[in-house]
């Protein structure tokens, strides 16, 4: 198993930037695939980016597209969000998950990733 730990939030104005950081301890976590999910005030849980266990297959909800890059060091066990021209609407909790079988794909439903971090708030003014 993998233990995600997200760090990286904050508060910003629209427009502006923030990166998120997922520290995934666990010798598996290369063969995992891992996604970042978000959750607004009285919104469901929404997918946002995954990526795949080598980096090379990734993923986006169609409101992130073109602003928002989803990476990953595996030697440094870390997975990124890079967020740029951030808008209120994506103010939320965002979480970073695993999923340990999606082998070469990525997946956008929730119950696919397995282990889960505990959050860090976004927040977007503006």
């Known amino acids: 198993q993998v233990q995600p730990v997200e760090s990286g939030g904050g508060s910003v104005q629209a427009g502006g930037s923030l990166r998120l950081s997922c520290a995934a301890s666990?010798?598996?976590?290369?063969?995992?695939?891992m996604g970042w999910f978000r959750q607004a005030p009285g919104k469901e849980r929404e997918f946002v980016a995954a990526i795949n266990w080598s980096g090379g297959n990734v993923a986006y909800v169609e409101s992130v597209k073109g602003r928002f890059t989803v990476s990953r060091d595996n030697a440094r066990n870390r997975v990124y969000l890079q967020m740029n021209s951030l808008k209120p609407e994506d103010t939320a909790v965002y979480y970073c998950a695993a999923d340990p079988n999606a082998g070469w794909i990525v997946r956008g439903s929730a119950d696919a990733y397995r282990y889960w971090g505990q959050g860090t708030q976004v927040t977007v003014s503006s």
């Open positions: 666990g010798r598996a976590f290369t063969s995992y695939a």
